[in-house]
């Protein structure tokens, strides 16, 4: 695992509080690309995007109590599947975008018909609101979902409140590219290269339009590990990946009275 980073700085008072787009304007725009989703996400990411989401269920199940892990936002399914893999008991996936729960369903459904039985239970949900007691999961995932959320410290407190004490938070999000070196080539290929091909792909030229603007919104790394410890996340760390436009966040429950 990283070395665990120094106290991060206080986020920015003028950086939105969540999503630059309404819950509402999520869920339509997801159930527009579901079509090409997983083609664009392998596209976008050179196929690494698969090799994450197994880092991070790695992550999530190492020492679960009885493997409960809870996956929000789980779209078309792929995290929740690579947990199931890695060893999770049960995996429970919300999103609030049925036509992704349905091509999640599909790649399950799939997969029983080849004898690999997956505990995968899928659910229409809001993260905002999850529809579980607290103390509930050994373990939380969200990957590339947190962007898309209305309020960021409150969807991060939801998934704490709902992990048992001493349970893993694992968050894979893209994050605000800081290289100052590359920073203009790659603000050219995400802001113009990835809506055209987007648009091409999926007809939906403005999802694509929305992704780079919506990264840019977002807290740098060491900014989200902020809100993750006022929401009651310790032992937190993350880890840059695809050269730093990427990262994953891991953190752990405090103990009550700790």
């Known amino acids: 695992m990283p070395t665990p980073i120094p106290p991060p700085l206080t986020p920015a008072d003028n950086r939105p509080a969540g999503s630059i787009r309404s819950a509402d304007d999520i869920e ?3 159930g527009q690309i579901v079509r090409r989703y997983d083609t664009m996400n392998r596209l976008m990411t050179g196929g690494r995007d698969g090799v994450w989401r197994r880092m991070v269920a790695r992550a999530a199940v190492m020492g679960g109590r009885d493997g409960r892990v809870l996956d929000v936002a789980t779209g078309t399914g792929d995290l929740a599947i690579a947990l199931a893999g ?6 429970t996936g919300i999103d609030i975008s049925q036509p992704m729960l349905d091509a999640a369903a599909a790649k399950v459904a799939s997969r029983s018909a080849t004898g690999q039985a997956l505990a995968v239970e899928l659910l229409h949900g809001d993260a905002m609101r999850l529809p579980f007691d607290d103390d509930t999961f050994d373990a939380c995932t969200v990957s590339f979902g947190l962007r898309n959320m209305p309020d960021y410290a409150a969807a991060i407190a939801e998934m704490v409140r709902v992990l048992r004490p001493g349970g893993r938070w694992v968050c894979l999000e893209l994050t605000p590219f800081r290289v100052p070196v590359l920073r203009a080539g790659f603000g050219l290929y995400f802001e113009r290269v990835v809506p055209i091909v987007g648009g091409v792909i999926s007809g ?20 989200l590990v902020v809100l993750m410890q006022r929401a009651g996340l310790v032992n937190t760390r993350y880890r840059l990946l695809g050269g730093g436009t990427v990262a994953m966040h891991t953190g752990e429950k405090s103990w009550p009275g700790a």
């Open 28 to 30: 339509i725009l997801f």
């Open 86 to 91: 890695a060893g999770a008991r049960s995996v």
């Open 204 to 223: 939906e030229r403005d999802a694509y339009r929305y992704l780079p603007n919506s990264v840019q919104h977002f807290p740098p790394a060491n900014e």
